[in-house]
Every structure is written in structure tokens, then in C-alpha cells.
Nanobody, 126 residues
Framework: QVQLVESGGGLVQAGGSLRLSCATSGRTFSIYTMAWFRQAPGKEREFVTAIKWSSGSTFYADAVKGRFTISRDNAKNTVYLQMNSLKPEDTADYYC???????????????????WGQGTQVTVSS
């Protein structure tokens, strides 16, 4: 199994920045793709960004492209989400997830991911 623990959420004003962290442990050698999803109240969970653990290739949802950056520190087994120019519509619970594979047509789908963190809340005030 893989364990994922998010941290770094909080309250920030519009235009501000936050950095989320996702620490991984357990069978980390099985991780191929790491991703961040978010879920706002009353809405479905949506893809934010993903990174291939080995190559570092990154993928972003259009809504966050140019504002958010995903990165990983292989030595620390940690994935980061740097969020800049935050907007009220970015308010959500943010979840990191891991998968043992990558599919060009499936990486945006929650069901692709095997393990999930508990989530961290991000609130952006206007």
C-alpha cells in the first residue's frame, strides 16, 4: 500500500499563494503518476494537475494552467502544488492521489488512482 498525507492548506486572499505538500510512504516504488484533485462543496471531484514520478512530465487542467505548478522531490518522496494568483473559485478540498500507471486518456479521471490522501482545505477569500 501507499500512504499519502497532504498539508499546507489554509485561508488566503484572492491573488495570494499557497503551497501544498503530499508526503508519500509505503510502497512508493510502485508509484508511476501523482496527481492533485480538488472538490468544492456540492461539486464533483475534478482534476487539477498530474506528474509522472520518474520523468517529471506534467499535465494541468486549463483552469489552473499558468497559475499552479506541480513538482516532486524524489529524495523526500514528496509532491508539491504551488498555487499562485489564487481565485475564490479555487476554494475546495485538495487531494493528492497516486497511480501505478499512466494513461493519456485516463490520467484526469479519479478512478485511475489507487490511493488518496485525506485532503486539505483551501479557502480563497475575495
Amino acid at each position: 500500500q501507499v500512504q499519502l498525507v497532504e498539508s499546507g492548506g489554509g485561508l488566503v486572499q484572492a491573488g495570494g499563494s499557497l503551497r501544498l505538500s503530499c508526503a508519500t510512504s509505503g510502497r512508493t516504488f510502485s508509484i508511476y503518476t501523482m496527481a492533485w484533485f480538488r472538490q468544492a462543496p456540492g461539486k464533483e471531484r475534478e482534476f487539477v494537475t498530474a506528474i509522472k514520478w520518474s520523468s517529471g512530465s506534467t499535465f494541468y487542467a486549463d483552469a489552473v494552467k499558468g497559475r499552479f505548478t506541480i513538482s516532486r522531490d524524489n529524495a523526500k518522496n514528496t509532491v508539491y502544488l504551488q498555487m499562485n494568483s489564487l481565485k475564490p473559485e479555487d476554494t475546495a478540498d485538495y487531494y493528492c492521489a497516486s497511480a501505478s500507471q499512466f494513461g493519456s486518456r485516463t490520467y484526469r479521471l479519479p478512478e485511475t488512482y489507487d490511493y488518496w490522501g485525506q485532503g486539505t482545505q483551501v479557502t480563497v477569500s475575495s
